[in-house]
Nanobody
Framework: QVQLVESGGGLVQAGGSLRLACAAS????????MGWYRQAPGKQRELVAA???????NYADSVKGRFTISRDNAKNTVWLQMNSLKPEDTAVYYC?????????WGQGTQVTVSS
């Protein structure tokens, strides 16, 4: 059974930092491309950051220079370091694992940034 379990969300003031973690089980983590998505109320889910199985990273323009995605295949974990948070970063953040046509999602973790 595949499980992606996010943690690290919470309430933070603008300008603050949070570090999200996603622990994976039931997949061969090292061959999966991993990503963080977010969905704000009334908006579509959007890609925030992604890291391939070969450690190539990609970021949404809105978070470049502020967020960093990383992974540790030995720990089956991917992180999202979020700095200089803004109120517009408020959303539910979802972890995603993808290999070929298979895609899995975590349950999400709420991030709220107060102004």
């Amino acid at each position: 059974q595949v499980q992606l379990v996010e943690s690290g969300g919470g309430l933070v003031q603008a300008g603050g930092s949070l570090r999200l973690a996603c622990a994976a089980s039931g997949i061969i983590f090292s061959i999966n491309n991993m990503g963080w998505y977010r969905q704000a109320p009334g908006k579509q889910r959007e890609l925030v950051a992604a890291i391939t199985s070969g450690d190539i990273t990609n970021y949404a323009d809105s978070v470049k220079g502020r967020f960093t995605i990383s992974r540790d295949n030995a720990k089956n974990t991917v992180w999202l370091q979020m700095n200089s948070l803004k109120p517009e970063d408020t959303a539910v953040y979802y972890c995603n694992a993808q290999f070929l046509s298979r895609r899995y999602w975590g349950q999400g973790t709420q991030v709220t940034v107060s102004s």
